[in-house]
Each structure stands twice: as structure tokens, then as C-alpha cells.
């Protein structure tokens, strides 16, 4: 016999008030009814916990979805994200309790019974600012509370069926888009010109036949030649944007040569206004501006240097596809082309055109204001060298070309992990020689200058026992108290030490120098000879001793407990600080020992190719004292050959999670923090990224950078 089941309302079972009940026509009804009550015997106690209220509350729950939520959905939801309107924006449909259970591209949009997990919530709150919807208008506070409610109690849907196969992403063929236009194919020399019957002399390069071919297919007859009069100003103006001068016409017309117009065109590309005019149309395509153009509108460093790259590149005749190398990668040309005038790299000017473009200088997103710098930095490349719009794939896949959204972003990673800096255009040969014969002098004659410094310094310090107590005695002699004499006034005129150095036959002037080192070295515990400064004005040698000790018991006790706060991102813009021990992962740069490839990354010649290793000597300009200082720890240095040159050092990229940065200095540096590739172009914002350092004498210094902005 033929089954029908169907679904109804049981009430008699168990406790239970809804129950999917089989009603079976034919002989089989009582087995089926049999094997129901056994399976009813067998659940027991099971099957008598079901929540006696579940109709009563389902009911309740589909009718406030009714009431309250479909028609939320239908007014701001259904014309972008439902069957009926065609559309799945973000692979999204809400007009089926499927559609909305499965989600679209950023997951599932409900939690049923946890509104704050649900990022349906999230979306109508509006709390990213990346994701809001309705994107127009925020719901109202009631509509966003009913939808809150609606998923505490378990989002109750009536909605029954499939969910509809739509999508809102086109399906992207990039071979098919190459196959099907002719930019994307290999350039064809096979083509022949076509014959022409009667060409009248009117051809006469090897374009002219194919213009004639299309213009006789149009019915069109081509213009007669210009007269003379009118051909010498065209090319004035189309080579130089300037008029011919009276005399220049009447030379022109008169000249009889059949070379005549070779002639003039050559003169005009060879004058300097031939660059300056058809510079100017590259200038625009570069989007030059020696300005930010955002509000204060400030200047572009050496903007001009870039202008003037382009008119001389054009008079000077340079291949475009150098013209392009330099451009994308001049800075990185192995054999830079030069100026014949000044001898300045002018390979290294052309990619100053990446940083033309308008800048905010006090972003309040940083990470916003990068994506727009680098989606310029594309845009302007791919109009200029490729004809086409890849700004386009920045968020879709291009509708019309062959480019991907992945290859948009692929570039970006390029432009993104590139950097900004000034570079010294100055001749480059010049600088690789003078750089490589500093190098050689230092190597040929380090041992020898350190050998001869070694044997004064040993005469020296032969004559410490003599000075070291006579000026130790000086300094414990001298008085204290308000108009007390300093140990400053203690010069080598001064009667005390006039009398003590003749009395024990040492020089005057040493020996006040000795008084006012021992004077600095009581004060500081970090002097090598602070504890013997120390015992030679009468403390015990036990005391000093047990200073010294206890110091590096400190020391070492401050290190371990160096602490970092870190920064941990919970939910969305929810950043806990926690604090845990410092680790050596923590450290960004040690200059002490020697750098991988990965770690070292100079700009110029100044840094040289590593740190100076410690107990290097540094060299001075006074020629009587040719070694300043010895380099007592491995360190980063801009002095190791000469001042003279010019470059900068920087770090590995690294997550900023703590608070704070900190640097072992000496001398002075200018430090800045780049931020998501942002560099600071003015206030009143981020001016906490530039840090001016000065160490105000030879000692090492810690210098704290507060990072906890970022």
C-alpha cells in the first residue's frame, strides 16, 4: 500500500506536546503503531524531560521574528543580500534561515543564543568602522535591541528551503582576458603595409600607407603639405612650446635644401627647451608637485631635483627603457648613469617620482593613510609605464583587464617593504674610491699607528704612581663648603699645584688634569678607576671593595628584572597590557657582534659594511693625537673612516608591543621610527616618532623612546 507521513500535533505521548506523528494507511498500521510505543517504552525518563513549554516558546519565538525581525531583514537587508533582488554582496543571503546560518565571505553572521559573538550585531552597532551595515544609516537603537534579543532566544526562523545559488563574484579567466585583447599579445612583425595603387607621394614612411589604406576605406582625402610658414611653427611649438622669432621663419622658408626640415627638426631637439617642454607632459603623468598639498601644503625635500632629472634626461637623448630602470629602481643601478656637468648620479633621482604624491602629515589611521599612499604609488606606475589601471583591482578583481586583485596586492608588498630616505647623489665613482683607499690606508696602517700610540702610552702610564698620589692629595686637601674653592679652580696655575708639581718635579698642567680626572672618576661608580680614586682618598680598601661588588650585584639584579609591557589586542580595538620578562627575542639590534645579511641594512658609505668591532681605534684629525678613543664595545659608528660621508643605518622591521624603545647611544643621532612605512612630514601629530639624541660627551647613554601610541 501506498505511505503518506505527515507532521502533526500529538499530545497524548510522554509529556510531549509536539511530536512528529506517522499516520500509515493500510495493513501496516498497527506494526508501525507497535514499534512507536516500544520506542516510546525505551526512551523512558529521556524522552519525559523534554521541556514540557517548547511549542509554546517556539510559537512565541517565530511569531517575534514576524513581528519584529523580518521585517528589519526585507526594508535594509533583501535588496542586496536576498534572491528576490538578485544579489549576494559579500557572498551573503538573508532571505532563508540557511542563507544566514551558512554566512558569506566573513563567516558566519549568527550565533544562535550569543549576540556578542554574532557578527550580525557587530555589523548594525557599527562598532568597526570597516564594517557597518546598513552601510548608509545605522538601525535604530530598538530595531538593533530586537535583533539582540531575537538571537538570545536562540534565533527562531521559519524561513524553510534552500538558499539560493548566487554569487556576487565574477568569475575572473585572466588567460581568456590576454586571449581576447590585442595589448596583452606579442608585438607582430609579420605584417605587411597594404598596396596602394595610386599613393600620389603622399606615403612616405612606413606608417603613411597603412594611414592612407584606413583613410580611402572612410572615403577621406588626405590633407595636402603645409606651407613653410606653417610647418616651422608647428615644429616650434610641438618641440620647443615656443614661437620662431621672424628671422628663424624667413631663414626656414628660404632655405632650398632638401635637408631643410631634418635640419630644423634636429636643431630644435638638441635645444634646451626641448626638454622643458616635453618634460612638462611627464612631469603631469608623475603627478610632480614640489608641495604636499595637503592642508599647511608642505614642501617636498629636493622636489626639484627630480624636475630637473626629467628635462635633462629628455635632452640627453636617454633609451626609455633606462629611462623606466631609473624610475623604478634607479637607486639600485649597479653602473649609474651620471651628468656629464656635474658628475651627480642621476640613475638615483628617478625613483624620488614614488613620493610626488599628496601627503597627510598628521594621519590620524596610519595604516589607512599607507594603503592610500601605496594605492597612489600603483596607480600613477601602471597609467604611466603600463597604459593601464591597476588601482582598479584594489578591491575587486579589474573588471575590463587581465589583472588580479592578488596582483595588486602582490605589487603593494613590493612598494610596502620598500623604504624612504634621502640619498647622496653626489658622484658615486668618487665615492667608492675615496671609500676604498681609507679602507686600505686603515688596514695597511692600524697595527702600526696602534704600536706607536701603545709605546707613548706606556711611557705614560709609568708615570701613574708618581701623579696619581700628589693629585689625589690635592683633591682630598681641598676644602668644602659653600664659598669654598671647586676642584675646577685647580688649573695648572693655581699655587697649590704649582707648588706640589715643582716640589715633586712633575708638569704642572698633568697634574691638573690628573686632579680634575680624579675629581670626575669619585663621582661616577662606572670609571674604571673610581674605586681607586676612592681608596686613594682614604676610604679602606675593604669599603671599596665592597662597593665595586655590590655595584655589579646591582647591575646584574637591574637586568634581570628589566620588564616589558606588552600589548595584547582582545576582540575588536580591545588592547590588554600585560606585563611578562624581558627576553632576548625582545632585543631589535645588538651592534655588538657581527651582522648577518638579514640584520645589517646601511644607507650610504658612512656605516661602512658592519659595526666597528670592539677595541677598534677611532681615528681623529688632530695630528698629534691620531687616535681619539678606542671603540671599547662593537657598535654602529659613522666615524670608523670619515665624517665626510654621508649614509644612515637601520633595523629590521619589528612588532612594536611594549611601551617603550630603548637605545645605547653615544654623540648625537637624529633617530626616527617608521611606522607602518609612514614617515613624518610635520605635526601636530606622531612627532613622538622623531627622537634627537645627544649624549653631551664621550659616555654611553640608555635613551627611552615611548612607543606606546603605536
Not at 629611462?323 to 623604478?328: G, M, T
Not at 702610552?457 to 668644602?480: C, D, F, M, N, W
Request: proline letters at 6%; glycine letters at 8%.
Amino acid at each position: 500500500m501506498a505511505k503518506r507521513l505527515v507532521r502533526n500535533g500529538f499530545t497524548g505521548c510522554v509529556g510531549l506536546n509536539m511530536w512528529p506523528v506517522f499516520v500509515v494507511f493500510g495493513a501496516s498500521f498497527m506494526s508501525f503503531f507497535q514499534r512507536l510505543l516500544q520506542g516510546t517504552a525505551a526512551l523512558g525518563l529521556g524522552m519525559a524531560a523534554w521541556p514540557s513549554g517548547l511549542a509554546a516558546a517556539e510559537a512565541g519565538g517565530i511569531e517575534f521574528f514576524e513581528n519584529h525581525i523580518r521585517p528589519v531583514l526585507v526594508q535594509n537587508c533583501y535588496k542586496c543580500h536576498s534572491e528576490e533582488a538578485g544579489k549576494a554582496k559579500g557572498e551573503l543571503l538573508l532571505d532563508t534561515r540557511e542563507g544566514l546560518l551558512k554566512g558569506g565571505d566573513a563567516g558566519p553572521v549568527i550565533v544562535p543564543g550569543d549576540p556578542k559573538a554574532s557578527l550580525l550585531i557587530k555589523v548594525v552597532s557599527y562598532e568597526n568602522e570597516d564594517l557597518q551595515m546598513p552601510p548608509k544609516n545605522k538601525l535604530p537603537d530598538d530595531a538593533i535591541a530586537k535583533l539582540t534579543e531575537w538571537i538570545e532566544m536562540g534565533a527562531p526562523d521559519p524561513r524553510a528551503g534552500k538558499s539560493a545559488e548566487i554569487t556576487d563574484k565574477d568569475e575572473f579567466d585572466i588567460a581568456k582576458r590576454k586571449a581576447e585583447h590585442w595589448a596583452w599579445q606579442p608585438v607582430r612583425r609579420d605584417i605587411q603595409p597594404p598596396e596602394l595603387n595610386a599613393a600620389g607621394g603622399w606615403a612616405k614612411t612606413a606608417i603613411d600607407p597603412f594611414i592612407l589604406s584606413r583613410l580611402k576605406a572612410a572615403n577621406l582625402t588626405p590633407s595636402g603639405p603645409a606651407s613653410r610658414q606653417t610647418m616651422i611653427r608647428r615644429l616650434y611649438f610641438d618641440l620647443t612650446g615656443l614661437p620662431p622669432t621672424p628671422a628663424e621663419v624667413e631663414a626656414f622658408v628660404s632655405d632650398t635644401s632638401p635637408l631643410a626640415y631634418e635640419n630644423l627638426v634636429e636643431r630644435l631637439l638638441a635645444s634646451p627647451h626641448f626638454g622643458e617642454r616635453w618634460g612638462q607632459h611627464w612631469l603631469d603623468l608623475m603627478r610632480f608637485a614640489e608641495t604636499r598639498g595637503h592642508e599647511a601644503d608642505y614642501p617636498i625635500p629636493q622636489a626639484y631635483r627630480y624636475r630637473n632629472y626629467v628635462v635633462r634626461a629628455l635632452n640627453a637623448d636617454v633609451p626609455y627603457n633606462d629611462f623606466v630602470v631609473e624610475h623604478v629602481a634607479g637607486d639600485m643601478v649597479k653602473q649609474p648613469r651620471l651628468d656629464p656637468a656635474t658628475r651627480e648620479n642621476e640613475s638615483a633621482k628617478g625613483p624620488g617620482f614614488w613620493h610626488l604624491g599628496e601627503a597627510t602629515h598628521s594621519p590620524v589611521d596610519i595604516r589607512g593613510d599607507e594603503c592610500n599612499r601605496v594605492h597612489n604609488q600603483i596607480d600613477v606606475y601602471s597609467k604611466a609605464f603600463l597604459g593601464l589601471t591597476m588601482g582598479c583591482a584594489r578591491c575587486h578583481d579589474h573588471k575590463f583587464d587581465a589583472i588580479s586583485t592578488a596582483d595588486y596586492y602582490a605589487f603593494a608588498g613590493f612598494l610596502q617593504s620598500s623604504s624612504y630616505h634621502l640619498k647622496d647623489v653626489a658622484d658615486p665613482v668618487e665615492q667608492e674610491s675615496a671609500y676604498e683607499k681609507l679602507t686600505k690606508l686603515r688596514a695597511a696602517n692600524e697595527t702600526k699607528v696602534v704600536t706607536e700610540y701603545a709605546a707613548t702610552v706606556e711611557k705614560r702610564v709609568s708615570q701613574v704612581g708618581a701623579y696619581l698620589p700628589v693629585a689625589a692629595a690635592i683633591l682630598k686637601a681641598i676644602p668644602t663648603g659653600k664659598d669654598a674653592p671647586k676642584p675646577a679652580d685647580y688649573i695648572a696655575s693655581h699655587p697649590t699645584v704649582k707648588a706640589k708639581a715643582e716640589a715633586a718635579k712633575l708638569n704642572a698642567d698633568k697634574l691638573a688634569a690628573w686632579v680634575a680626572y680624579l675629581n670626575k672618576a669619585r663621582g661616577s661608580v662606572a670609571d674604571p678607576l673610581h674605586g681607586i680614586v676612592k681608596v686613594a682618598l682614604g676610604q679602606s680598601r675593604g669599603e671599596a671593595l665592597a662597593t665595586m661588588r655590590k655595584l655589579e650585584a646591582d647591575t646584574t639584579a637591574l637586568a634581570k628584572s628589566v620588564k616589558i609591557i606588552e600589548t595584547v589586542e582582545e576582540g575588536e580595538r580591545n588592547y590588554v597590557k600585560s606585563e611578562r620578562d624581558w627576553r632576548a627575542e625582545d632585543m631589535v639590534a645588538d651592534y655588538r657582534r657581527e651582522q648577518g645579511s638579514d640584520e645589517w641594512f646601511p644607507g650610504g658609505k658612512q656605516f661602512g659594511a658592519g659595526p666597528m668591532k670592539a677595541g677598534s681605534p677611532v681615528f681623529g684629525n688632530d695630528p698629534n693625537r691620531p687616535i681619539r678613543e678606542f671603540n671599547e664595545n662593537g657598535a654602529a659608528r659613522n666615524d670608523e673612516l670619515s665624517t665626510r660621508f654621508s649614509g644612515l643605518i637601520r633595523t629590521r622591521t619589528f612588532g612594536v608591543n611594549g611601551d617603550m624603545l630603548w637605545y645605547r647611544y653615544k654623540g648625537k643621532a637624529d633617530v626616527f621610527m617608521s611606522v607602518n612605512s609612514h614617515r613624518q612630514v610635520a605635526g601636530p601629530l606622531h612627532g613622538i616618532v622623531r627622537q634627537k639624541l645627544d649624549s653631551k660627551g664621550d659616555e654611553w647613554k640608555w635613551h627611552g623612546h615611548r612607543v606606546r601610541d603605536y
